[in-house]
């Protein structure tokens, strides 16, 4: 069976990390690969999704995801593999996914208005940046949102370069690059904050520093698989 981190999120919601155990995968990518696009055999792969679903008691037909290309697109769970890195859905009948294997998965939920939403981001330094965390918060509406961190690569493994640090101490303030390494799960939860969302919890721990939990694209020289975030309305 799959290994799921539950947030005990606020409302009607279901809201589930996976990590890399309890899947059919082999080799670099055992076991419980999500990632379609990695070059693992695709067969295994749908095998895994079919699993995780089974886990959270939902049928494949009803799961939607984006194709993630690292910007700030949001999109609704209308569609199915549009280029986006967040998708939402105020629909029972949908569920979300969004896959990781560094970068963070991100969970907002409505608190208030006509009904409740949910959106999955997928959030890395340039997603960030580009404004990923504002646009799914405006994909929700609503005066109050609340959000969830998931597991992805933390401050004691992230090294970047003055590239990447710059722009991140411009936007989001000192204090989140030390050493040449990145505090990525920092740097969003001020971006969260910054869009007025005051309930923020973190899920998971550092996905380059736990090599038998997780999939991590930089410890793993891009040759691994991705755990995934899970969420739908209940």
């Given at each position: 069976m799959p290994e799921l981190l539950r947030w005990d999120a606020p409302g009607p919601y279901e809201v589930l990390f996976s990590t890399r155990t309890g899947g059919v995968s082999e080799g670099p990518y055992a076991?419980?690969?999500l990632g379609l696009l990695t070059d693992d055999d695709r067969s295994r792969v749908e095998q895994?999704?079919?699993q995780l679903f089974a886990a959270a008691c939902v049928s494949p037909e009803r799961v939607s995801w984006a194709l993630q290309v690292h910007g700030s697109r949001v999109v609704s769970a209308k569609g199915l593999g549009e280029a986006?890195?967040?998708?939402?859905?105020?629909?029972?009948?949908r569920a979300l996914l969004v896959v990781t294997a560094d970068c963070l998965p991100v969970a907002l939920v409505r608190l208030d208005g006509p009904r409740p939403a949910v959106a999955l981001l997928h959030v890395g330094w340039k997603g960030l940046l580009a404004g990923v965390v504002a646009a799914?918060?405006?994909a929700l509406g609503g005066r109050l949102v609340a959000a969830a961190i998931g597991p992805g690569i933390g401050p004691c493994c992230y090294e970047v370069g003055e590239d990447v640090a710059a722009p991140v101490r411009a936007a989001y303030g000192l204090g989140l690059v030390r050493d040449g390494r990145l505090d990525l799960p920092g740097a969003v939860e001020r971006?969260?904050?910054?869009?007025?969302?005051?309930r923020v919890?973190?899920?998971?721990?550092?996905?380059?520093?736990?090599?038998e939990r997780f999939f991590s694209h930089r410890r793993d020289g891009g040759v691994t698989g991705r755990q995934g975030?899970?969420?739908r309305i209940v």
């Open positions: 076991s419980l690969n895994n999704r079919r986006a890195d967040g998708i939402w859905t105020d629909d029972r009948e799914g918060r405006g971006a969260l904050r910054a869009v007025a969302i005051a919890e973190r899920v998971g721990g550092c996905t380059a520093h736990e090599p975030a899970f969420a």
